[in-house]
């Protein structure tokens, strides 16, 4: 029977009607089977972030530990350069003391010496006019027994010569008794002078017994100072040690972490790749068209504080890809939908605080995911559908983070981009 029109109609539709009922449980499957993916992969990356940013904290801590370490031996060391500096000052008092001491005791000495000299002079010169006193006691009548003999009929000229040789002895008496009294003034002056040089090299030696003390001190100091700063020398090794290994190990754990990532992030795109038509002109899921300009701005007030890029993080102080971009706002500030989208979770990490992500689906043929953290809460569950403008949460400072904002990432095909190049 040859067929009709309306026969071969209906044995098609009834053909084609076959094959999707046999195609579409597998397109579902592989649809829930994405998401499936798509959300454990979310899970991962989100533990893969705490963990680098606790990994990174502990090595901020350790970092600091080891800057205030470095900051106490350097204290120690610039005392202990002036405790080793007043040193250095004592030693060289001390032996210009030693010098002075030295010529007072030499100049003493000296004196000491001309002092014996005069006092064997003195009793030399005493003793001289001590007999010329016990002669001069025994023959009273020497001038008067020459003045008896020229009477007599002696020599004139002998005479002359007695008185003359008399009167050189009376001379020569009454000098060595002037010089008497004159070594005896001496010998005062010298008593005097070597009792004052005794006094001055007593208060030398005092000042260098004082001195020498102080630099006994002095010494006990630098070595004290030499064993804190040994101290500080062996916690600062532990430190920077410990500094060291917890920064190895956080790079060891950054560097697993993002090949994971990557891996996750190329099944992603692949699945994606398989299971998303070809764009058409009119765009789907969440609009159409470039890059640009496809999303609001989930804040009314537009304040950016950090972009999107390689950045010094605030709280660990290492060099990280900030993911997303950071508007600054006071907490409180209501947080709006960029576009429409579905809730994908909603849930609180010790990294991004209170933390919202929402599918933005189909935009310009590649998938947008955008998320929303350090909120002080979000006012959707997930599931839930919401409209571009719709109010998600509220600005915040949970989990990491250095005061009141917003921290706004946008996932292209499940990789991080620059949301400035899709906001308009």
């Given at each position: 029977m040859r067929s009709t029109p309306r026969s071969?109609?209906?044995?098609?539709?009834?053909?084609?009607?076959?094959?999707?009922?046999?195609?579409g449980p597998s397109l579902a499957e592989s649809q829930d089977d994405l998401e499936r993916k798509k959300n454990a992969t979310n899970?991962?990356?989100?533990?893969?972030q705490q963990s680098y940013d606790e990994s990174s904290k502990a090595?901020?801590?350790?970092?600091?530990?080891?800057?205030?370490?470095?900051?106490?031996?350097?204290?120690?060391?610039?005392?202990?350069?002036?405790?080793?500096g007043q040193l250095v000052a004592a030693q060289a008092l001390d032996a210009q003391?030693?010098?002075?001491?030295?010529?007072?005791?030499?100049?003493?000495?000296?004196?000491?010496?001309?002092?014996?000299a005069g006092e064997q002079q003195v009793e030399a010169s005493t003793d001289d006019v001590i007999a010329f006193t016990v002669e001069t006691l025994q023959d009273p009548g020497a001038g008067l027994r020459t003045f008896n003999e020229l009477v007599n009929g002696a020599d004139p000229t002998e005479f002359t010569e007695q008185v003359a040789i008399n009167n050189t002895i009376a001379?020569?008496?009454?000098?060595?008794?002037?010089?008497?009294?004159?070594?005896?003034?001496?010998?005062?002056?010298?008593?005097?002078?070597?009792?004052?040089?005794?006094?001055?090299?007593?208060?030398?030696?005092?000042?260098?017994?004082?001195?020498?003390?102080?630099?006994t001190v002095l010494e006990q100091q630098a070595t004290e100072q030499e064993a804190s700063v040994a101290q500080l020398v062996q916690a600062n090794s532990a430190n920077k040690s410990a500094?060291?290994?917890?920064?190895?190990?956080?790079?060891?754990?950054i560097a697993a972490l993002e090949?994971?990532?990557?891996?996750?992030?190329?099944?992603?795109?692949?699945?994606?790749?398989?299971?998303?038509?070809?764009?058409s002109s009119g765009g789907g899921g969440g609009g159409g068209g470039g890059g640009g300009g496809k999303l609001s701005y989930p804040l009314d007030s537009i304040r950016i504080t950090s972009p999107?890029?390689?950045?010094?993080?605030?709280?660990?102080?290492?060099?990280?890809?900030?993911?997303?971009?950071?508007?600054?706002?006071g907490c409180g500030t209501p947080i709006k939908a960029p576009a429409d989208g579905t809730v994908r979770e909603r849930y609180f990490s010790s990294s991004y605080g209170n933390r919202v992500i929402l599918n933005n689906g189909t935009i310009n043929g590649v998938n947008i995911v955008t998320t929303y953290n350090h909120m002080t809460r979000s006012v959707v569950s997930p599931g839930q559908r919401v409209a571009r403008g719709q109010v998600i949460g509220y600005v915040g400072t949970t989990g990491l983070s250095t005061g009141c904002h917003l921290h706004w990432e946008v996932l292209v095909n499940g990789s991080f981009a620059n949301p400035a190049s899709w906001v308009g």
């Open positions: 071969a109609l209906l044995a098609f539709t009834l053909t084609f009607a076959l094959l999707a009922a046999l195609a899970s991962e990356i989100n533990g893969a090595a901020a801590d350790a970092a600091a530990v080891l800057q205030a370490s470095q900051a106490q031996l350097a204290e120690a060391q610039s005392a202990l350069g002036s405790v080793r003391m030693q010098v002075k001491l030295a010529q007072s005791e030499a100049d003493l000495a000296k004196v000491e010496s001309d002092l014996a001379d020569s008496q009454l000098s060595k008794l002037d010089t008497l009294d004159a070594t005896r003034v001496m010998l005062d002056l010298n008593e005097q002078k070597v009792q004052a040089l005794r006094d001055q090299v007593q208060v030398e030696r005092d000042e260098a017994a004082a001195n020498l003390a102080n630099i500094a060291d290994a917890a920064v190895a190990a956080d790079a060891a754990d090949a994971e990532r990557n891996r996750l992030q190329a099944e992603i795109q692949a699945e994606i790749a398989r299971n998303t038509p070809p764009p999107y890029g390689y950045r010094i993080h605030p709280i660990s102080g290492a060099r990280r890809l900030h993911s997303g971009m950071d508007f600054g706002s």
